[in-house]
């Protein structure tokens, strides 16, 4: 994908008037090129899809998503006002828009959760907001015909988590094949896609939703079952640092956030938390055998540690939230346990 001049295009949507207007790339991210814009002391954010994604495999993916990105914004932001970027301008053609800068009191959760950091308030608000999204948008058949994008949330979720992990991880492949194909037919609620710590600004008393470029109608599970997995990983990680205190918080969270989910949604689904216990399981595995393997998890038999429990619990999940994390636990070292 060619490089574009910023400068150029911006001053030509009329988005930036002053001679010293500068555009800044952001880091993080491998699905975008995303930017800073301040223009004297105006300041805000343009993102472009990217046709191939900034990771070791290749991985090609439709620039539509971008596309798909604003109207989660646009939906989620009629609900929730203050959750999600405001969107300032569109270009569809070439495949950017640009968003407000969110800026003051906010900070990205994943460098807090990496740090050992584990705010409780935010994991009740991060479960809290994405259950009054799926409740608000089940069965909404106008989100359906909007988000109607099951072949995005397969180049981008199904095709390099589930599919790329049955592949290589071959005792697994008839359960991650089977779950690959009911989460790709299941049709029920707004799905953001990417719902993890390093997409969640928090802040006191806020918390902000980005990236929302997987946006798919269809099971909510996944979300929470994204956000959960991140959890555990982050645990893992503690443990391997020799953080014992740091790795039951971040179990701590996945509890908190479980449960104001599931307060905020209501009792709309008795299948979901099976469903959603199967999911961690599968994202467990995919982030160290997928296409985007998490960087963090460098201690020695960490990712072996992942696979064996996966490998242990996936042929017949447990049967909660609550047990899974109970298994984790005890999963983890011994030594660093507390």
């Given at each position: 994908?060619?490089?574009?001049d910023?400068?150029?295009?911006?001053?030509?949507?009329?988005?930036?008037?002053?001679?010293?207007?500068?555009?800044?790339?952001?880091?993080?991210?491998?699905?975008?090129?995303?930017?800073l814009?301040?223009?004297?002391?105006?300041?805000?954010?343009?993102?472009?899809?990217?046709?191939?994604?900034?990771?070791?495999?290749?991985?090609?993916?439709?620039?539509?998503?971008?596309?798909?990105?604003?109207?989660?914004?646009?939906?989620?932001?009629?609900?929730?006002?203050?959750?999600?970027?405001?969107?300032?301008?569109?270009?569809?053609?070439?495949?950017?828009?640009?968003?407000?800068?969110?800026?003051?009191?906010?900070?990205?959760?994943?460098?807090?959760?990496?740090?050992?950091?584990?705010?409780?308030?935010?994991?009740?608000r991060?479960?809290?907001?994405?259950?009054?999204?799926?409740?608000?948008?089940?069965?909404?058949?106008?989100?359906?015909?909007?988000?109607?994008?099951?072949?995005?949330?397969?180049q981008?979720?199904?095709?390099?988590?589930?599919?790329?992990?049955a592949?290589?991880?071959?005792?697994?492949?008839?359960?991650l094949?089977?779950?690959?194909?009911?989460?790709?037919?299941?049709?029920?609620?707004?799905?953001?896609?990417?719902?993890?710590?390093?997409?969640?600004?928090v802040?006191?008393?806020?918390?902000?939703?980005?990236?929302?470029?997987?946006?798919?109608?269809?099971?909510?599970?996944?979300?929470?079952?994204?956000?959960?997995?991140?959890?555990?990983?982050?645990?893992?990680?503690?443990?391997?640092?020799?953080?014992?205190?740091?790795?039951?918080?971040?179990?701590?969270?996945?509890?908190?956030a479980?449960?104001?989910?599931?307060?905020?949604?209501?009792?709309?689904?008795?299948?979901?938390?099976?469903?959603?216990?199967?999911?961690?399981?599968?994202?467990?595995?995919?982030?160290?055998?997928?296409?985007?393997?998490?960087?963090?998890?460098?201690?020695?038999?960490?990712?072996?540690?992942?696979?064996?429990?996966?490998?242990?619990?996936?042929?017949?999940?447990?049967?909660?939230?609550?047990?899974?994390?109970?298994l984790?636990?005890?999963?983890?070292?011994?030594?660093?346990?507390?």
């Open positions: 994908m060619a490089e574009l910023w400068i150029s295009e911006l001053r030509a949507a009329g988005l930036i008037s002053t001679p010293a207007a500068r555009v800044v790339p952001l880091p993080g991210g491998v699905s975008s090129e995303i930017c814009v301040e223009d004297g002391p105006r300041r805000f954010v343009v993102k472009r899809a990217l046709d191939r994604l900034k990771v070791k495999d290749e991985w090609l993916a439709d620039r539509s998503r971008n596309q798909s990105e604003q109207e989660y914004f646009a939906y989620v932001g009629r609900l929730l006002p203050g959750v999600v970027p405001r969107v300032l301008h569109s270009e569809p053609a070439a495949g950017w828009f640009a968003m407000e800068y969110i800026d003051g009191g906010v900070r990205n959760w994943k460098a807090d959760l990496l740090a050992g950091r584990a705010d409780r308030s935010a994991a009740a991060a479960g809290d907001i994405l259950g009054r999204i799926h409740g608000a948008s089940w069965g909404d058949p106008a989100a359906a015909a909007r988000f109607a994008t099951v072949e995005n949330f397969t981008l979720r199904i095709a390099p988590y589930l599919l790329q992990s592949e290589r991880v071959p005792a697994l492949r008839a359960e094949l089977a779950e690959a194909a009911r989460l790709g037919a299941t049709r029920l609620a707004l799905v953001h896609g990417d719902y993890s710590p390093k997409n969640l600004l802040g006191e008393n806020r918390l902000v939703i980005l990236d929302a470029e997987v946006a798919w109608f269809g099971d909510p599970a996944f979300d929470m079952g994204f956000l959960l997995t991140h959890f555990q990983l982050k645990a893992l990680y503690h443990a391997g640092a020799k953080k014992p205190a740091a790795s039951a918080a971040m179990l701590g969270l996945a509890e908190v479980w449960s104001a989910y599931g307060a905020a949604l209501g009792p709309r689904d008795p299948g979901l938390q099976a469903r959603t216990v199967r999911l961690v399981l599968c994202l467990m595995l995919a982030r160290v055998h997928g296409k985007s393997p998490v960087e963090y998890l460098t201690a020695p038999g960490a990712r072996e540690t992942v696979s064996r429990f996966v490998h242990r619990h996936l042929p017949s999940p447990p049967a909660s939230v609550a047990a899974l994390v109970g984790w636990r005890e999963s983890l070292p011994s030594s660093t346990r507390s």
